[in-house]
């Protein structure tokens, strides 16, 4: 691998590994405001505001190029992952 690569593509995964992580902890927090059934107006607001942010985040990476979209995709997926590990409820 280019070492001139190797740095913005580790700066582009990190970005998307903070993006996805906030990306799929929101959504917990948006379900169970959507679940409590009290402020059905400040969850939709929150998932908007969510999908926006995530969606941003996507066009900003696709602005810097397709290594950059690439690499931010692919950390949202593993973000997925390890907020999915780590939320999960211990038996």
């Known amino acids: 691998m280019n070492p001139a690569l190797a740095v913005p ?9 903070a993006a996805g992580t906030a990306h799929f902890a929101l959504l917990r927090w948006n379900t169970g405001l ?12 929150l998932q908007l505001l969510r999908l926006t942010a995530t969606a941003a985040t996507l066009a900003f990476a ?3 190029g397709m290594e950059a979209l690439l690499a ?7 973000a997925r992952i390890i907020v999915l590990r780590l939320m ?3 038996p």
């Open 72 to 78: 931010t995709a692919l950390s949202i997926v593993l």
């Open 9 to 17: 593509l580790a700066l582009w995964l990190a970005f998307g590994l």
């Open 88 to 90: 999960a409820p211990t």
């Open 62 to 64: 696709e602005w810097h």
């Open 34 to 45: 959507y679940l409590a059934g009290t402020g059905i107006l400040h969850a939709a607001t």
